[in-house]
């Protein structure tokens, strides 16, 4: 079977990415403690062959037609999409966290309540 023929028998198309990071370019403070390190992401852009990077953020407008572009392409190419917005944020690497909890007592009874975030501040 080639990948054209691949490609026409995909039905659903999911697509999934921590949007306000790559758009707003600030990393997330949660406001309890759990606050997101590391230098600033930014996005590498590609438009008509040419690479556009902007270090203040100004072609936020030219990517966002550009995943709407996109999306709209999937759809008149009848392909179902579902887009996963707003991927939940906590501020901590959850699985840094939870080991490091194991690691000081192995026998704690560990529940989510350790690693919260309120909804207020999403």
Not at 31 to 60: C, S, W
Not at 90 to 102: A, H, M, Q
Request: proline residues 4%; aromatic residues 14%.
């Amino acid at each position: 079977m080639t990948t054209l023929n691949i490609i026409h028998r995909i039905e659903y198309v999911i697509l999934s990415s921590r949007w306000t990071l790559g758009m707003e370019g600030v990393r997330f403070d949660n406001k309890e403690g759990g606050i997101e390190y590391g230098r600033k992401p930014h996005l590498d852009f590609v438009k008509n062959g040419k690479y556009l990077y902007r270090e203040d953020y100004q072609h936020r407008e030219e990517i966002s037609q550009a995943y709407i572009n996109y999306i709209q392409s999937l759809l008149d190419a009848e392909k179902k999409v579902i887009l996963i917005y707003p991927v939940p944020e906590t501020g901590w690497n959850v699985p840094r966290y939870i080991s490091r909890y194991y690691w000081i007592d192995p026998n704690s009874d560990f529940h989510s309540s350790i690693a919260s975030t309120s909804r207020e501040v999403l």
